[in-house]
């Protein structure tokens, strides 16, 4: 079956993007498809490749990254809110004359018809955030 | 068409879990998961909405439990317990997830 993940919430806010992550995980293990996980509201900052947790936390950016490498994942970040909430890629600091980018490895800056695209596209969008 | 509900409030901080309940039609479900676990505590407050709620089947997150000290004797009693691969499969089961966030 395929999935679209939607999450709203920023790492180390609650627990929405480790859930996210788990049923992510869980559902690529039982060998479903992960259409697109999308990242909207606070959930932008999970795109920022300038976290540093304490060695002893787990590292809520690299996981997405190591995931999205290893099963090949679309990760989205909304631009809109990303451009609120200074998550920047390559294109982003040239539009916006920024000094500099943070997108992490595996997330890609793209508009809400990327949602709605993955909602349509796949057989379910869960939905994780506040 | 059968849903699958989401809450991951604690309905001492939110009234997502009681609007929830307010709204699953029989034949859907609803998946307490994250602080939303809270809902299943014996001698709780919001006990009488959650025990005995007929025609809805009742999950939550072991994880989320175990995290928060939900021991099974502090349960209601026919809650189901699934781990995330078990959210997976509720959520294939079902024809559509419904997250009340």
């Known amino acids: 079956m395929k999935f679209s993940i939607q999450v709203n919430e920023g790492p180390y806010q609650h627990q929405a993007t480790d859930s996210a992550y788990q049923f992510t ?9 992960i259409f697109r996980v999308f990242f ?9 490749k300038l976290t540093t947790p304490p060695q002893d936390d787990r590292n809520i950016v690299n996981r997405w990254s190591e995931l999205a490498e290893k099963h090949d994942l679309d990760m989205v970040v909304c631009v809109a809110a990303a451009q609120r909430r200074g ?23 793209s508009g809400l018809g990327q ?6 596209q796949a057989d379910r969008l869960v939905v994780f955030g506040d | 068409m059968s849903i699958l509900h989401t809450v991951n409030k604690s309905p001492f901080e939110k009234s997502s879990v009681g609007s929830c ?9 609803i998946l307490f998961y994250e602080d939303a676990v809270y809902a299943v505590l014996k001698g709780a407050s919001i006990e009488p909405l959650v025990a005995g709620f007929d025609g809805v089947k009742l999950y939550a997150l072991g994880a989320d439990l ?5 021991t099974d004797d502090k349960m209601i009693d026919g809650i189901e317990i699934v781990d995330y691969a ?16």
């Not at chain 1, 559902?27 to 498809?33: D, N, Q, R, T, Y």
């Not at chain 1, 949602?115 to 349509?120: G, K, P, S, T, W």
């Not at chain 2, 175990?66 to 939900?70: D, F, L, P």
Request: aromatic share 6%; net charge negative; hydrophobic share 40%.
């Open chain 1, 115 to 120: 949602l709605i695209e993955a909602a349509v």
């Open chain 2, 66 to 70: 175990k995290a928060r000290g939900i």
């Open chain 2, 86 to 101: 078990g959210f997976v499969d509720l959520s294939a089961e079902h024809d559509k997830v419904q997250a009340w966030v």
């Open chain 1, 25 to 33: 995980k869980a559902a690529l293990e039982k060998g479903h498809e």
């Open chain 2, 21 to 29: 309940l307010a709204h699953a039609l029989e034949g859907s479900s």
């Open chain 1, 87 to 109: 998550i920047v890629d390559e294109g982003e600091m040239q539009r916006n004359g920024k000094d500099a980018e943070n997108i992490a490895p595996g997330f890609r800056i």
């Open chain 1, 40 to 48: 909207y509201h606070d959930g932008v900052n999970n795109g920022t």
